[in-house]
């Protein structure tokens, strides 16, 4: 049981350049995430999807695309990349997506560093 | 209406110490709350929940709220090098509809506990 598992790990690009994060989670759970973490601003909701077939923005969606193709795997597209994405990259699932008072632990992967030169 | 601020610190103490890691809110409808830890070079993992009444306990860790001053604490007792990590305060998204199982998050506390 591997959890949440994201490649690459670490990767460097040139500004225009295009790429996708790769996140699979491997307990069966409904809803996943994408954030991005830079320094002094915590993290912040790029993309989710609460369920197979939808996606919602999150809080900084622009620049960014994503594709929940199955019930495993949701990838982070970066069409033209800038300087300003930056950043360590969490995908994260959580079970049903369904809203309680109480929310839903998330459980994160271990996190890609990009780099935008 | 995120309403979840955090001082991000860098915190530094001796082993043994007892660490307060503190947060504050502004909406008082908010209820459960949330502490995740993030080791270096990690993702966050869920330490804890707390609701807005009363602490919770767990081992060295425990969590409390502050409903009138609306302050969230995270006390560590005795702490050990292995507890220096990034301690992040969240709190699930209110109401119902589309937007399900979101989590808004501080900015996150850095502790560094040295032996």
Redesign the interface.
Known sequence: NAG?TQTPKFQVLKTGQSMTLQCAQDMNHN?M?WYRQDP????R?IY?S?SEG?T?K?EVPNGYNVSRLNKREFSLRLESAAPSQTSVY?C?S?A????????????????TRLLVL | QKEVEQDPGPLSVPEGAIVSLNCTYSNSAFQYFMWYRQYSRKGPELLMYTYSSGNKEDGRFTAQVDKSSKYISLFIRDSQPSDSATYLCARPRQGRGSTLGRLYFGRGTQLTVWP
């Open positions: 949440v809803s995430y002094g601003m915590g993290l909701l989710y609460a939808t919602d999150g969490f994260a959580s049903k997506g369904v809203w309680s008072l109480r929310g839903e632990t998330q459980y994160f992967g271990p996190g």
